[in-house]
């Protein structure tokens, strides 16, 4: 069974840095792909980045491209989201999602609406004041 447990939010202002952080059990590095999105009220659900597990590529949404790095503590079973020089429009609950990579290891494809994941954690809420 797949569990996903995000912590590490909470309220920074703009310019500071929060680690986010996913417990994921019953998720294997070499066959699943992970990734983080975030919703913010009114807004559509946005891929913000994604991880190909085994070959450990990446995808960054342009938005937090050079500012966010996700990474894969496959020894420990955790993924994490660092995000620096936050701004007020990174505001969002974000979540960590992961889903079985099959044939398919293109990070990309599961952070967008074609590979939409399967399972999901509770999320964490990331608020970043001006």
């Known amino acids: 069974e797949v569990q996903l447990v995000e912590s590490g939010g909470g309220l920074v202002q703009a310019g500071e840095s929060l680690r986010l952080s996913c417990a994921a059990s019953?998720?294997?590095?070499?066959?699943?792909?992970i990734g983080w999105f975030r919703q913010a009220p009114g807004k559509e659900r946005e891929g913000v980045s994604c991880i190909s597990g085994g070959q450990g590529s990446t995808y960054y949404a342009d938005s937090v491209k050079g500012r966010f790095t996700i990474s894969w503590d496959n020894a420990n079973n955790m993924v994490y989201l660092q995000m620096n020089n936050l701004k007020p429009e990174d505001t969002a609950v974000y979540y960590c999602?992961?889903?079985?990579?099959?044939?398919?290891?293109?990070?990309?494809?599961?952070?967008?609406?074609?590979?939409?994941?399967?399972?999901w954690g509770q999320g964490t809420q990331v608020t970043v004041s001006s």
């Open positions: 999602a992961a889903e079985p990579q099959f044939q398919i290891r293109n990070p990309y494809y599961y952070c967008s609406i074609y590979g939409t994941p399967r399972h």
């Open positions: 019953g998720v294997s590095f070499d066959a699943y792909a």
